[in-house]
């Protein structure tokens, strides 16, 4: 069984502070991470993806197979960064279903 | 281009009732998938459609759901007999197709609401 645990629902900082939203999964074999965002009266999209290992508005994330996270960093915060954000694993290797956490709330406060 | 819709935004029912929610994916994709998001969890998948399809249903949570896509592009999910339970946000989302590379783009989701 794959499961994905974001442990803050709602994560508060400051504009200007750095930014880690926590993402652990749980699966035995080999996973593919996203990280999914949903910004208010918008539609959840894809955020970024372990296997581009891109940075997208500032955000980076890195897959840590030793410690099973896959947390999500930015080093500034901005005000357009309040939004939900949700952790996802899906299983590597053609079609498997996709697993998301609980969501965090990220507020930043100006 | 037009994104994934879905239709009605908000649907409220009377337990025991059937309702159909209905999903228009992004032309040419073949993928489309359905979740349901519960208040304060995440989506969590239902089913998964491959063309015409469907290639896995493993999270339907029981008989009273079905959903069909006949044509291979709008797909309408059904529930029969709801349940107080059934309340939530039902997403949809589309695929180009099933391949890990492909992105999928979520639609706005039906608001179901059951008295």
């Known amino acids: 069984a794959q499961r994905v645990t974001q442990p803050e629902k709602l994560l508060s900082v400051f504009k200007g502070a750095p930014v880690e939203l926590k993402c652990n999964y749980s699966y035995s074999g080999s996973p593919e991470l996203f990280w999914y965002v949903q910004y208010s009266r918008q539609r959840l999209q894809l955020l970024l993806r372990h296997i581009s290992r891109e940075s997208i508005k500032g955000f980076t994330a890195d897959l840590n197979k030793g410690e099973t996270s896959f947390h999500l960093k930015k080093p500034f915060a901005q005000e357009e960064d309040s939004a939900m954000y949700y952790c996802?694993?899906?299983?590597?290797?053609?079609?498997?279903?996709?697993?998301f956490g609980t969501g965090t709330k990220l507020q930043v406060i100006p | 281009g037009a994104g994934v819709s879905q239709t009605p935004s908000n649907k409220v029912t009377e337990k025991g009732k059937y309702v159909e929610l209905r999903c228009d994916p992004i032309?040419?994709?073949?993928?489309l998938y359905w979740y349901r998001q519960s208040l304060g969890q995440g989506p969590e998948f239902l089913i998964y459609?491959?063309?015409?399809?469907?290639?896995?249903d493993s999270g339907l949570p029981n008989d009273r759901f079905f959903a069909v896509r006949p044509e291979g592009s709008v797909s309408t999910l059904k529930i029969q007999r709801t349940e107080r339970g059934d309340s939530a946000v039902y997403l949809c989302?589309?695929?180009?197709?099933?391949?890990?590379?492909?992105?999928?783009?979520f639609g706005p989701g039906t608001r179901l609401t059951v008295l």
């Open positions: 032309s040419g994709h073949t993928a």
């Open positions: 989302a589309s695929s180009l197709t099933w391949t890990s590379t492909d992105t999928q783009y």
């Open positions: 459609f491959q063309g015409t399809g469907a290639a896995d």
């Open positions: 996802a694993l899906r299983a590597a290797g053609g079609y498997q279903k996709v697993t």
